[in-house]
T-cell receptor, first 111, second 120 residues
Framework: GQNIDQPTEMTATEGAIVQINCTYQ??????LFWYQQHAGEAPTFLSY????GLEEKGRFSSFLSRSKGYSYLLLKELQMKDSASYLCAFSNMDSSYKLIFGSGTRLLVRP | GAVVSQHPSWVICKSGTSVKIECRSLDFQATTMFWYRQFPKQSLMLMAT?????????EQGVEKDKFLINHASLTLSTLTVTSAHPEDSSFYIC????????????????FGPGTRLTVL
């Protein structure tokens, strides 16, 4: 079967670091995506991992362990504008590369 | 990045009417488009996968006769919600990609801005 899981909500302080975890299970794995979504808007692409390890892009980093079915998104130097939902999704090459999304993690950044 | 548009951005209709939502890839040819539905405070649920020139593949539990999808060209896909009812009120989002494209990395999906449907 296929499933993907991430925490529902997280709270962090402006300027701090926060890690959002995601676990998944699937066959035909073709990569793990992270998207940011502000309320009422479409998701915007943050990162993609298909090999094990850490990918760094500015304040955001994403990590993948394929053997553990585990990924995390690391946000550094948090800003108020980072308050949003963060969606992890895996791509499945057995199914037209469609994305299966987690439930999303709502991150609230407080002053 | 590639640009995907949706029209309309919001629509309010009476129960029993049909609503058509357009999804366009503006600067690339999309062999595949995906339609998602998102209820408040929930994640995106894939409704169907649409390939240009062929019938859409619907996810389990999605009524193909209620949600009609047409992908007649490489830049346009439409979703028609037939005989809409209040429970169909949701945020509908499309995404587009071109499998195997050198320009689009990772078979990345580009999302449209979404269409908010309210059925009275």
């Amino acid at each position: 079967g296929q499933n993907i899981d991430q925490p529902t909500e997280m709270t962090a302080t402006e300027g701090a670091i926060v890690q959002i975890n995601c676990t998944y299970q699937t066959s035909g794995f073709n990569g793990l995506f992270w998207y940011q979504q502000h309320a009422g808007e479409a998701p915007t692409f943050l990162s993609y991992n298909v090999l094990d390890g850490l990918e760094e892009k500015g304040r955001f980093s994403s990590f993948l362990s394929r053997s553990k079915g585990y990924s995390y998104l690391l946000l550094k130097e948090l800003q108020m504008k980072d308050s949003a939902s963060y969606l992890c999704a895996f791509s499945n090459m057995d199914s037209s590369y469609k994305l299966i999304f987690g439930s999303g993690t709502r991150l609230l950044v407080r002053p | 990045g590639a640009v995907v548009s949706q029209h309309p951005s919001w629509v309010i209709c009476k129960s029993g009417t049909s609503v058509k939502i357009e999804c366009r890839s503006l600067d690339f040819q999309a062999t595949t488009m995906f339609w998602y539905r998102q209820f408040p405070k929930q994640s995106l649920m894939l409704m169907a996968t649409s390939n240009e020139g062929s019938k859409a593949t619907y996810e389990q539990g999605v009524e193909k006769d209620k949600f009609l999808i047409n992908h007649a060209s490489l830049t346009l896909s439409t979703l028609t919600v037939t005989s809409a009812h209040p429970e169909d009120s949701s945020f509908y989002i499309c995404s587009a990609t071109t499998l195997g494209s050198r320009r689009l990395k990772y078979n990345e999906q580009f999302f449209g801005p979404g269409t908010r449907l309210t059925v009275l």
